[in-house]
C-alpha cells in the first residue's frame, strides 16, 4: 500500500518528500503533496496529498490531508478527506475524522471516530424511520 | 542511512534537526541543523539558519550557514547571507551577497 501511494506522489510532483528517521521537525508543515515519516514531527501538518506515518514513525500533531496511514505513533487529531487506516503496530490518540477509517487488528488507539457511513439495511430499517 | 527530504510542494516552518542527508527542493522557514550534506535544489528555498557538513545549493538561501566542511554554491544559486567554511566554491551564474570566513 505505501508502495502505490509512493508513485502516485511520484507522478504527482517529482519526488516524494520524506522526514528520514534520523530526523525531528518542530513546526507547521504545509503545502501540496505526499509526506512519508519515518522520524519525528512535533506540529501540525496540513496536505493535500497523502500522509504516512511509518512503523518508526511518530508525530505530535493535529493532521489534515487526504488519506492518512499511521502504522507508527500519533498523538493529535486527523482530519481526513479521503481514507484513515491505523496500521496494526499504530498507537494512536486523538480523534480521527474520515470518509473511511479503517482499524488494523493490532493497533492501540485512544479517542472519537467521526466516519459518515450508510447502515447496512438490517440496521437503518429500525434506525432510519419512514 | 536514507535521506530526509523536503519535497517541491511542501513548506516547513520551524525547526528541523538531523542527523541525516537533507534535501530541500520546497520551502523551509526557521532553522535547520544537519549532521550530513544539505542540498538546496533549483527551486528550493530556504529563510532560515542553516548548519551541516556540507552543502550544495542551487536554490535560494536567506540564512547564515555554517558548514563543517564545504559549501558549493552552484550556477542559479542565491544566497544572501553569512557562509562560515573551510572551503567555498561560487560557480559562474551563482549570486551571493554577505561575508565569507574561512577560519584562517
Given at each position: 500500500m505505501a508502495q502505490a501511494s509512493r508513485s502516485r506522489?511520484?507522478?504527482?510532483?517529482?519526488?516524494?518528500?520524506?522526514?528520514?528517521?534520523?530526523?525531528?521537525?518542530?513546526?507547521?508543515?504545509?503545502?501540496?503533496?505526499?509526506?512519508?515519516?519515518?522520524?519525528?514531527?512535533?506540529g501540525t501538518i496540513r496536505l493535500d496529498g497523502d500522509v504516512t506515518i511509518s512503523g518508526e514513525?511518530?508525530?505530535?500533531?493535529?493532521?489534515?490531508?487526504?488519506n492518512v496511514s499511521v502504522s507508527g505513533?500519533?498523538?493529535?487529531?486527523?482530519?481526513a478527506t479521503g481514507a484513515?487506516?491505523?496500521?496494526?503496530?499504530?498507537?494512536?490518540?486523538?480523534?480521527?475524522?474520515?470518509?473511511?477509517?479503517?482499524?488494523d487488528d493490532g493497533a492501540k488507539f485512544?479517542?472519537?471516530?467521526?466516519?459518515?457511513f450508510d447502515l447496512p439495511a438490517e440496521l437503518s430499517g429500525s434506525a432510519a424511520r419512514r | 542511512m536514507a535521506s530526509t527530504v523536503i519535497g517541491a510542494g511542501i513548506t516547513i516552518e520551524g525547526e528541523i534537526v538531523?542527523?541525516?542527508?537533507?534535501?530541500?527542493?520546497?520551502?523551509?522557514?526557521?532553522?535547520?541543523?544537519?549532521?550530513e550534506s544539505v542540498t538546496?535544489?533549483?527551486?528550493?528555498?530556504?529563510?532560515?539558519?542553516?548548519?551541516?557538513?556540507?552543502?550544495a545549493i542551487a536554490g535560494a538561501v536567506t540564512g547564515n550557514i555554517s558548514a563543517n566542511d564545504r559549501v558549493?554554491?552552484?550556477?542559479?544559486?542565491?544566497?544572501?547571507?553569512?557562509?562560515?567554511?573551510a572551503r567555498i566554491t561560487i560557480a559562474d551564474g551563482a549570486q551571493f551577497k554577505g561575508n565569507v570566513d574561512m577560519d584562517v
Open positions: 506522489t511520484s507522478a504527482q510532483s517529482g519526488e516524494a518528500a520524506r522526514i528520514g528517521g534520523g530526523t525531528r521537525v518542530r513546526g507547521n508543515v504545509t503545502g501540496e503533496g505526499d509526506l512519508l515519516i519515518d522520524g519525528n514531527v512535533e514513525g511518530s508525530a505530535t500533531s493535529d493532521v489534515a490531508a487526504h505513533s500519533l498523538e493529535g487529531d486527523v482530519e484513515v487506516r491505523l496500521g496494526g503496530t499504530a498507537k494512536v490518540r486523538g480523534n480521527l475524522r474520515g470518509a473511511s477509517i479503517v482499524i485512544t479517542g472519537r471516530i467521526d466516519c459518515e | 538531523t542527523d541525516e542527508d537533507v534535501l530541500v527542493e520546497g520551502t523551509v522557514r526557521g532553522k535547520l541543523s544537519a549532521k538546496v535544489a533549483s527551486g528550493g528555498i530556504v529563510e532560515a539558519d542553516v548548519e551541516g557538513s556540507s552543502f558549493d554554491l552552484q550556477g542559479g544559486a542565491k544566497v544572501v547571507g553569512n557562509v562560515r567554511a
